[in-house]
């Protein structure tokens, strides 16, 4: 079945239809990974986009219920080069094809991808109608330009969790993975330091590093009030990863702006930019946002460069900051912020994914950062 894929600056690429059938719109947006897709499709962070990914063949591994980062996939549509209609995976439980049908996320395969990161690239990011449906490309062209962009809107509400709940409680789902029976898997560490996180919308992988480094998470919706944290009386705060635009969440602003000195805190991705906000900066749109597992990232303070894990379309705009923020890490590729802490209070954050699911595990030791962290606050 033929599908369209129609950008709001006019430009068509035609393919053919797989997963779902029907009509979405939204931001259009480009991963560089090679692997992951599943992970990329059930990440909250993609919430109203459309995602390209410019690795040219997708799905050969298929689908499986262990790798998801949320409950189901949150891109409007995914645009591929080829895919792979034959999985080859002992742990494959769907193809690519199966798992998007049954989700009712639409698939364009046939896309000449590398024309069309290039394009946004150059032209930079903007919204697109992807259709299965028979459609003229003038009338995509109109959904597209009249479609529902990111800027502005608050897709947190959409995939924040409705009521507080304690993470992995029974120690099952944060283990690490192993061939070996369960009763012989890697034990989780005793739980040191038990910490409250918003939900922005956080991927899976969040939770599971943050157990397995010894914290107890009680997860909080994202419109939780700094009295009802408080009440929970947590040894520190984590600021998860979500969707949209850091701007259009004012409440998440002067919650934390509220906790801040209250408690350790530590943010990431769309956590760092609401910190941003709190602490008295704004952010700003990149031009083709950062996503992909190749980001290299520079420590100031220690020269070193790591490769990163990203998904974010906004950065925060460093001369917005107040002196008492530091800048930690830049981005190599266009010198954005990546990094940031208080001089003198215990908070810092980090714009990109130190559980990095999947990706490079460069950044890890940031949980280790943030356990450190809360142990001086006790001395």
Not at 236 to 263: M, R, W
Not at 268 to 282: D, E, K, P, S, T
């Amino acid at each position: 079945m033929r599908a369209l894929l129609a950008l709001e600056d006019g430009r068509i690429f035609e393919g053919e239809s797989f997963g779902a059938s029907g009509t979405e719109v939204g931001e259009i947006c480009f991963n560089t990974s090679m692997t992951g897709y599943q992970e990329v499709l059930t990440d909250p962070s993609y919430r109203g986009q459309i995602v390209a990914m410019t690795y040219p063949l997708i799905g050969n591994y298929g689908t499986n219920a262990t790798d998801q980062e949320s409950t189901r996939p949150q891109v409007r549509g995914f645009v591929i080069e080829e895919l792979s209609q034959l999985p080859s995976n002992w742990r494959a439980e769907e193809s690519l094809d199966e798992y998007l049908k049954r989700w009712t996320v639409p698939g364009v395969e046939g896309i000449d991808t590398r024309a069309l990161t290039r394009h946004l690239r150059t032209r930079g990011a903007m919204k697109a109608c992807l259709s299965t449906q028979k459609m003229s490309p003038e009338e995509a062209i109109t959904k597209a330009i009249e479609g529902k962009g990111v800027i502005g809107i608050d897709y947190v509400r959409e995939v924040t969790t409705p009521t507080i709940f304690q993470w992995d409680p029974t120690d099952e789902l944060s283990r690490q993975w192993s061939l070996a029976a369960a009763d012989e898997s890697p034990r989780l560490p005793p739980i040191r330091h038990r910490i409250v996180a918003f939900d922005y919308g956080m991927k899976r992988n969040i939770l599971r590093s943050l157990r397995q480094r010894g914290f107890g998470v009680t997860v909080v919706p994202a419109t939780t009030t700094a009295e009802q944290v408080l009440a929970l009386n947590p040894d520190g705060i984590f600021l998860s990863n979500g969707p949209g635009d850091p701007e259009a969440l004012p409440y998440a602003h002067q919650t934390v702006q509220s906790l801040i000195g209250q408690k350790p805190i530590f943010g990431i991705c769309l956590g760092h930019q609401v910190l941003g906000f709190a602490f008295g900066g704004r952010t700003f749109k990149l031009k083709f946002g950062h996503r992909g597992g190749n980001q290299p990232v520079k420590d100031l303070r220690s020269g070193k460069v790591a490769i990163t894990s990203q998904n974010h379309g906004f950065a925060v705009d460093p001369e917005s900051l107040p002196p008492e923020i530091e800048v930690t890490h830049v981005n190599l590729n266009d010198n954005t912020v990546e990094g940031m802490r208080h001089k003198t209070l215990p908070v810092f954050s980090v714009q990109y994914h130190p559980e990095a699911a999947p990706g490079p595990h460069d950044a890890e030791y940031f949980f280790e950062q943030f356990a450190e962290l809360i142990e001086n606050e006790k001395v």
